[in-house]
């Protein structure tokens, strides 16, 4: 499974960084960027002018267009985790803008992504040692003390450059997050094996690193890939009712039996996992579409799901 979503993957990235390049321009001087890149320490963008707009006045418009558009309802209760695609905005920034319109007021100072790597295969999952990742809104710093309390839990984690250094999935939510939340850091995560096992370390050690603390979830992953648009809404479905019942074990066997697609499978089930450990107990689909929704193409299509994880507080109000 994880060698057919790492050529599906290498796939996808090379078609839309064919088609993405639609705004031209690159990362440059704005007075709402925190500070400049003073280190070489700092993740440059590897896809601004691409996947999401190259100019801040531009990439804010369109954020701000899909986050008005964006209608993901009235939830209530602490929420722990969101799940969100991960292609151009063009195409999946509608329906990401339905999980991070819900940040919007939210007190979020550390958010844990993890994603999956399209590029580099290894095992196991990497946390990133950079001091911070730069997009044309600014840097966004790095919780190098948090990734490490992390690491500490389980030798699932370790450090892999490669991984990092060309992945789209993990870099193209941050600017969803500069425009929704205050001050905040980010423990920037890819995971290479999406096994079983390896979701379920990892998912163990988040959650011990992470109880106690007020830190958000992040799974980046699309759906199904290149099927006609009714087929990959069937094929797309079964993940949704997989979410929608917080379902994680069901959704691992669907993506084992090659039941359902998901290039980011792993990352959602593990985030999934870890949300459970931290009292999340319901879970709520905000969105689905594909990008023959966008294009009008319906001949192969990409699937795209927003979707959120909260902790309701009930177990705590019966206590009392």
């Known amino acids: 499974m994880n060698v057919r979503y790492f050529i599906c993957g290498l796939i996808v990235f090379f078609l839309f960084w064919g088609i993405?390049?639609?705004?031209?321009?690159?990362?440059?001087?704005?007075?709402?960027?925190?500070?400049?890149?003073?280190?070489?320490?700092?993740?440059?963008?590897?896809?601004?002018?691409?996947?999401?707009?190259?100019?801040?006045?531009?990439?804010?418009?369109?954020?701000?267009?899909?986050?008005?558009?964006?209608?993901?309802?009235?939830?209530?209760?602490?929420?722990?985790?969101?799940?969100?695609?991960?292609?151009?905005?063009?195409?999946?920034?509608?329906?990401?803008?339905?999980?991070?319109?819900?940040?919007?007021?939210?007190?979020?100072?550390?958010?844990?992504?993890?994603?999956?790597?399209?590029?580099?295969?290894?095992?196991?999952?990497?946390?990133?040692?950079?001091?911070?990742y730069e997009t044309p809104l600014g840097i966004i710093p790095v919780d190098r003390a948090l990734g490490q309390a992390i690491a500490a839990k389980s030798s699932i984690?370790?450090?892999?450059?490669?991984?990092?250094?060309?992945?789209?999935?993990?870099?193209?939510?941050?600017?969803?997050?500069?425009?929704?939340?205050?001050?905040?850091?980010?423990?920037?995560?890819?995971?290479?094996?999406?096994?079983?096992?390896?979701?379920?370390?990892?998912?163990?050690?988040?959650?011990?690193?992470?109880?106690?603390?007020?830190?958000?979830?992040?799974?980046?992953?699309?759906?199904?890939?290149?099927?006609?648009?009714?087929?990959?809404?069937s094929l797309d479905k079964k993940i949704l009712d997989r979410v929608a019942a917080f379902d994680e074990k069901g959704l691992m066997g669907d993506l084992t039996q090659d039941k359902v697609e998901a290039c980011g499978g792993g990352p959602m089930v593990t985030v999934m996992k870890t949300a459970k450990l931290l009292a999340a107990d319901q879970a709520k689909v905000l969105k689905y579409a594909n990008s023959g929704d966008v294009t009008g193409d319906r001949s192969g299509v990409v699937g795209y799901m927003a979707a959120a994880m909260l902790k309701s507080g009930l177990e705590k109000e019966l206590r009392k």
């Open 157 to 233: 984690f370790s450090y892999a450059p490669a991984g990092h250094a060309q992945e789209h999935a993990l870099e193209i939510q941050l600017p969803f997050l500069q425009e929704t939340l205050q001050n905040f850091s980010v423990v920037p995560i890819i995971q290479g094996s999406q096994d079983p096992e390896t979701c379920e370390e990892m998912a163990q050690a988040l959650a011990k690193a992470l109880k106690g603390k007020k830190v958000l979830l992040i799974a980046s992953t699309d759906l199904s890939h290149f099927h006609p648009y009714g087929q990959a809404n």
């Open 20 to 132: 993405y390049p639609l705004w031209g321009g690159s990362p440059g001087s704005d007075p709402k960027t925190r500070r400049p890149a003073m280190s070489e320490d700092i993740r440059k963008s590897i896809i601004a002018g691409s996947w999401y707009p190259g100019r801040p006045e531009t990439l804010r418009s369109q954020i701000h267009g899909f986050l008005k558009a964006a209608d993901p309802g009235h939830l209530t209760g602490e929420l722990i985790a969101l799940i969100v695609p991960h292609a151009g905005y063009v195409y999946s920034g509608e329906v990401a803008a339905h999980a991070y319109k819900l940040l919007i007021n939210r007190s979020i100072s550390q958010v844990v992504i993890v994603a999956p790597s399209h590029r580099y295969p290894f095992r196991g999952a990497s946390i990133d040692q950079k001091t911070g």
